[in-house]
């Protein structure tokens, strides 16, 4: 017999409290407030009853529970039965507000509809002090002053000095000269005050026998309603006349159409609460787009006759817009200032802006700009007379005709061998000249179409691939695998480019092929080989693991840094093995690693295991220079122009999708560079400087590199020189056991080289600019190095280098090499991995802690003894993949 | 509140009683037919003792049909607990009654006086149920928000056991009417029944799938329902703790449950605003109530089971015809939920605790307001008839006890 209400989805059928809770509890349950913790009155952390106390004792402090102890936090809140609310007290409320308020409520006093009422000043009056107060206290103004310069008194009743400049708001003269008259006559010479705090006064005379603010119906209107002339506009048509002959009407603007007014009251039909004063009517809004205001700048306030006739009349062509109550209109105008256009941004310019290295400034540099000039031609030459911040200081020296400085040279090169210094000069030349030439684009287009130079760009493209190239190698890089014959034909090519046939090359591109179609073949072998080399460095820099965390500014590195290797090269050239060729870290064992081996600890209150590191600025350079970043090199370019180009076209981190792109664009320049510096690398020829790149490279080919991520992280971070391990390592039992392991060893063996290759890579291919000495390193991407075999000779120099062992450099060597020293150095490979096991363990072990702690007590003491088992048997005689292979697997287990 | 007489007589030396219940007994039913129809069935009733049963039952229709104007007239109010009442309770005679505060106690009250007389002090939480083992009286239960029952001595205060066992708060308990079984349900989806004089768990029930709100015994107390918020009344039976039956049919959580007298209805209330009546025996879903607009809070049955009174949170109590399912009156008036509806012994009085903060008296057949019982300060949780009809007691949430004569 019911009415069949609408039924009420399920998700509306439950009522829940404040905290999204169900209530399905009422009355007593509840206890008449909404519960607790999820229905009851207990809390997360449970009912915990007072303890006893007896209360013979204690009678005084018996705790008396108020009805509050049991009440729910919803209950004190805002809405709750018994709100306790947090409310500012005055202590902490601005002083300053105050004052501002009672500004405010002044201004609102004389303005306002019914003055002297500032009924909501309360509600509206600012809070804090605003964005402008503050700028303008720290601007050094202070409350009860005015705005503007400080300024010495006038004598009495003077107009005020035409000479004085008045920034920002000029004060009405006539009130600043009233105001004036109140100061009395003591005007020290050379005291200036700040000017006075100007109030607005309301000069609006009450003509009327209303109540204040009473604002009765007004007919005229509700006769004219909207007409078209409340829009007109005043400054366009002749407004004075209008604006007198509308007078009053003007007021009207803005306000309600409809019949409202205090007279009336509030209608039977209206609500009481509504705010009859702020009634939206239509005719508060233009219909149509036009002028925005009525142009007397008052909103519908009154406002004196003549005051605001004065204004008009003044001002009426100059200035359409409205005036804020209180200002008048300049009565000389301001030169209109000059307004400059932006510069014109070259057409090329990327809005990135990234650091370069400055090259630093001296006379090795000088020649190289020299040789750069050269090569360059006019632009270079004209871009350095340019502009003078290219030029460094034995530069301008030069120029300015001023003698050179006596004092030592600043440069480390000048401590090197003749003979080095002139190499590592070459050797700078021409990479600068590399990228240099991958930074013009102009030329870039103009050699574009230009088969008749394909001689030219070869040897551009030899000069600028040579180095890289030896990595490239016969590898399985087959950019034309669709074409065998044009595959065959760029695996030749790159072959001689490799060794450095300049002019064969043409003779491996098919005779049958016409001119341009050869020159165009040869470039697009150059792009491939180039791009292979690119990718292959980019690839493997894409894909290491991060070194650092990316939300931290500082980040660890090791304290100890490696010597110099340049310096180490020299050294080992002077046959000068020792000291210069060793390195010295200070190295952290871990504890439980002393008492393995039975060896005090050096460092038993250190906390730290392995290298002790320094906080450095992530981002500092010094990080970044072991990083392959091929292109940073560029920046050695002072000049300009090149700097410009460079920022439109060098890819900052070329990845394997933009390169060919890129490469487009730099091909023509870098042949164009090619020519140019082509002479200089025939020359150079330089002596076989140890090519660690190639040997490093060589097994890395056919070798696997699964593990390569992992492994090569570890190289990274931990780099103890191998004098400490041979302390620790060599007198243990460990020796004998070690041939057992040579052969997991190199097992893993391949895996290691190739990390240590490409680790190598990276401390080949440093940030150049940064040093002098730094560039001594680039000496190993030069070309010229790349043009010399593996020879045996080599192997022996590079064997020479054996006890030297800078670690990036060395495992990347010896794998290579058979012989006595590989031994040696499988043994320190190995190891280091045991090292880098000693941290894995460590990690685990603590892995293991944590899950100790979860877990009872048996298993605690199980894996407890499992834990050191395994470290024992890994400090022992496990083999390397063994224990590689058993920690996942205890992983797994856990 | 038993319509009957009760034969006491002698039987190969011992002391027996023979109940006869006269449910229908009204005042103008013919007495001396009535106990010639009883005699068919009852040997005991002897020719000698026709005539004395006949003046028992013309005594009780005279009890019955005696005019009650009675007006109830605030007695006491009793400030004790310092935070709001959950339930109260009389004994069986309605000497004493007891509270149970949100203060974490249980009073026991002298009645008449108007007296604290113990104390109950032990519980860590909120004391939410309460219940005198009527018709003995001489223990009190109270189940708590800690997750304990306990059984005290009503005249010593002496706490003779706490059954501890569930998981959260019990906010219903019940003694079987032979006084030997406490079953407490508790928020844990569970309810278990003790012993009393050992204070062993005998058996748990567990089988709903949500926090059980209500239970009953049966009068012979060898079965047990609980309501549950999984929507469905569960009937378990007392000796082997099995599940009997499940009685599906409501779409709301269940507010409420009762047997009847005589054990052969079940009746419950439900947040989904209807009311049901089972078959207790078979579990089958005999009616369905509905009228109510907002979720049932109450409901219970009158003393001889003929009547059913539904306490909703629309602010409004209706009363039931057990037999026909029919809505006999609307009692209508009080401006707030319904927490609690309560029919005096006799049947023709209906007592509501509202959250408006007043307590009123209805007739039962009519559904007039006869009495407002105006006072409480705030939300009112609970209400008691005493056994003879003449005493209400109401706890409510301004922590105060009010005794009405």
New interface residues.
């Given amino acids: 017999g019911e009415r069949i209400k609408k039924p009420v989805p399920l998700q509306e059928q439950t009522v829940k409290d404040a905290k999204g809770r169900y209530q399905r509890f009422h009355g007593a349950f509840t206890g008449g407030f909404s519960a607790g913790y999820f229905n009851t009155v207990g809390t997360k952390e449970g009912w915990t009853p007072s303890a006893f106390v007896s209360s013979r004792q204690k009678r005084a402090d018996r705790t008396i529970l108020g009805p509050e102890d049991f009440m729910d936090e919803e209950d004190l809140s805002e809405f709750g039965i018994a709100p306790k609310d947090i409310t500012t007290t005055d202590d902490f409320a601005s002083k300053a507000k105050d004052r501002i308020k009672e500004k405010a409520r002044q201004i609102a006093g004389v303005v306002a509809a019914i003055p002297g009422t500032t009924a909501f000043d309360d509600l509206i009056g600012p809070s804090k002090i605003t964005v402008g107060v503050e700028l303008l206290r720290k601007m050094g103004w202070k409350e009860g002053q005015g705005i503007g310069p400080r300024v010495k008194r006038k004598p009495r009743r003077q107009k005020p000095d035409p000479a004085v400049k008045v920034y920002g708001c000029a004060l009405p003269p006539g009130l600043s000269e009233g105001s004036e008259d109140e100061e009395d006559e003591y005007q020290p010479e050379n005291v200036t005050f700040a000017p006075k705090d100007v109030m607005p006064v309301d000069l609006t005379p009450k003509e009327n026998v209303h109540g204040l603010g009473y604002k009765g119906l007004d007919p005229s209107q509700a006769l004219f309603g909207v007409s078209g002339r409340e829009h007109l506009n005043l400054f366009t048509g002749g407004s004075e006349d209008t604006s007198n002959l509308l007078g009053d009407l003007r007021h009207s603007k803005g306000r309600k159409l409809g019949i409202t007014g205090q007279a009336f009251g509030v209608g039977a039909l209206e609500e009481e609460d509504d705010d009859i004063y702020a009634t939206e009517t239509l005719s508060k809004y233009d219909t149509v787009l036009k002028d925005e205001e009525p142009g007397d700048g008052l909103y519908g306030w009154t406002a004196p006759k003549q005051y605001k006739s004065k204004k008009r009349s003044e001002r009426e062509v100059k200035y359409i817009g409205k005036i804020l109550d209180g200002f008048s209109l300049a009565s000389k105008s301001s030169t209109p200032s000059k307004i400059y256009p932006p510069p014109d941004l070259p057409r090329n310019y990327r809005p990135v802006h990234y650091f370069r290295p400055v090259i630093a400034a001296g006379s090795e540099n000088y020649h190289l700009r020299k040789a750069l000039e050269e090569s360059t031609g006019k632009l270079e030459s004209d871009t350095t007379q340019q502009s003078r911040h290219a030029l460094n200081a034995s530069q301008r020296r030069e120029r300015l005709g001023e003698a050179g400085l006596k004092g030592p040279t600043p440069s480390v090169l000048e401590y090197l061998s003749e003979k080095d210094r002139e190499r590592l000069k070459e050797v700078k030349q021409a990479s600068e000249q590399q990228m240099k030439a991958k930074m013009l684009p102009q030329q870039l287009r103009n050699s574009r179409f230009q088969p008749a130079s394909p001689d030219d760009a070869s040897h551009k493209w030899q000069m600028l691939l040579g180095g890289q190239l030896a990595n490239a190698g016969s590898s399985d890089f087959k950019p034309f695998a669709r074409n065998p014959e044009k595959q065959k034909r760029y695996e030749s090519f790159v072959k001689s480019l490799k060794q450095g046939e300049k002019d064969t090359l043409e003779h491996y591109l098919d005779p049958s092929m016409t001119e341009w179609e050869r020159g165009r073949e040869q470039e697009e072998f150059f792009r491939a080989a180039m791009f292979y080399k690119s990718s292959n460095s980019t690839l493997s820099s894409r894909f290491t693991r991060a070194k650092y965390e990316d939300d931290v500014d500082k980040v660890e590195v090791p304290r100890d840094q490696e010597n110099d290797i340049d310096d180490k090269e020299t050294a080992v050239k002077m046959k000068m093995f020792g000291k210069l060729t060793r390195d010295k870290f200070e190295w952290h064992p871990e504890k439980l690693l002393c008492k393995r081996f039975n060896v005090p600890d050096p460092y038993p209150d250190s906390s730290i295991v392995g290298l002790p590191k320094v906080k450095r600025d992530k981002y500092s350079v010094f990080n970044f220079l072991t990083l392959p970043e091929p292109t940073t090199s560029v920046s050695q370019a002072t000049n300009e122009k090149i700097q410009q180009n460079n920022s439109l076209n060098k890819p900052k981190k070329p990845s394997r999708w933009d390169v060919s792109d890129k490469e487009k664009e730099k091909k023509d320049s870098i042949s164009e560079f090619i020519s140019l510096a082509r002479s200089k690398a025939d020359v150079q020829q330089q002596p076989p400087v140890p090519a660690t790149e190639e040997c490093g490279t060589g097994p890395s080919e056919t070798l696997p590199t699964e593990v390569a991520n992992e492994d090569k992280d570890q190289e990274e971070e931990s780099r103890p020189s191998m004098d400490l391990f041979k302390a620790i390592f060599v007198s243990s039992s460990d020796e004998k056991s070690s041939s057992s392991e040579e052969e997991s060893d190199e097992e893993q063996q391949p895996t290691t080289s190739v990390i240590d290759s490409e680790t190598t890579k990276q401390v080949d291919i440093p940030d150049s600019s940064s040093s002098n000495v730094q560039e001594n390193v680039t000496a190993t991407t030069d070309p010229g190095i790349s043009l010399l075999p593996t020879s045996k000779q080599e192997l022996d120099a590079t064997e020479e280098f054996g006890p030297k062992l800078p670690p990036a450099f060395s495992s990347g060597k010896f794998c290579s090499f058979p012989g006595p020293s590989r031994k040696e150095k499988h043994r320190k490979n190995r190891e280091k991995h045991k090292t880098k096991r000693e941290h894995k363990h460590k990690k685990e072990k603590k892995k293991k802690h944590k899950k100790q702690k979860n877990k009872g007590k048996h298993k605690n003491k199980k894996s407890e003894k499992d834990s050191s088992s395994d470290t024992a048997d890994s400090s022992d005689s496990l083999s390397d993949i063994d224990t590689t292979g058993l920690s996942p697997k205890e992983l797994l287990r856990r | 509140f038993f319509k009957g007489i009760i034969l006491e007589y002698v039987q190969g030396g011992e002391t027996k009683t023979r109940s006869i219940d006269l449910l229908n007994l009204r005042p103008d039913t013919d007495a001396i037919a009535l106990v010639e129809e009883i005699r068919k069935g009852e040997a005991l009733i002897t020719a000698s003792c026709k005539e004395h049963v006949i003046h028992l039952v013309q005594r009780l229709q005279e009890k019955l049909g005696e005019k009650e104007d009675h007006k109830f007239h605030l007695f006491k109010v009793l400030r004790a607990h ?6 109260v309770a009389f004994n069986k005679s309605g000497s004493r009654f007891i509270t149970g505060s ?3 106690t249980c009073k026991v009250w002298d009645t008449a006086s108007g007296e604290e007389l113990r104390t109950l002090e032990g519980h ?3 004391v ?1 149920a309460i219940a005198f083992n009527n018709p003995y009286g001489d223990k009190i239960a109270t189940g708590s ?2 997750k304990t029952c306990k059984l005290w001595s009503t005249e010593t205060g002496k706490c003779y056991h706490t059954f501890r066992g569930h998981n ?2 019990i ?1 219903c308990l019940s003694f079987n009417l032979q006084s030997t079984l406490v079953a407490t349900g508790s ?1 844990d989806t569970t309810a278990k029944l003790w012993d009393i004089e050992k204070g062993e768990e005998i058996v748990t029930l567990s089988g709903h799938s949500a926090e059980i709100i209500a239970l009953s015994f049966n009068t012979t107390g060898d079965r047990i329902i609980t309501g549950s ?1 999984d929507h469905t009344v569960a009937v378990w039976d007392v000796g082997t703790g099995r599940m009997l039956h499940t009685l599906i049919g409501h779409r ?2 269940i ?1 409420s449950a009762q047997f009847n007298w005589d054990c052969s209805l079940i009746v419950t209330g439900s ?1 989904d605003k209807t009311c049901m009546l089972w078959n207790a025996m078979t579990g089958t879903h005999i009616a369905t109530l ?2 109510h607009s907002d ?1 049932i ?1 109450d409901v219970c049955f009158d003393y001889a089971g003929q009547r059913i009174a539904t306490a909703s ?1 629309d602010g409004s109590a209706r009363v039931y015809n057990a037999e026909t399912k029919k809505c006999i009156a609307k009692l209508e008036g009080h401006g707030g ?1 319904i ?2 509806v309560c029919f005096n012994p006799k049947g023709n009085r209906i007592l509501t605790a509202s ?1 408006d903060k007043t307590a009123r008296l209805w007739d039962a057949a009519t559904g007039h307001c006869l009495q407002i019982l105006e006072g409480h300060t ?2 009112i ?2 209400c008691a008839f005493n056994y003879k009809g003449d005493i209400i007691i109401t ?1 409510s ?1 301004d922590n105060t006890c009010r005794i009405w004569h």
């Fill in positions: 310092i935070l709001p009442l959950t339930n949100y203060d974490r860590g939480n909120v939410y928000f800690d959260a708060e906010v928020m918020f709301g959580e507010s947040m509905t009228g979720e809070l949170a939920e927490s609690m959250s705030d939300e949780f609970s706890g949430k």
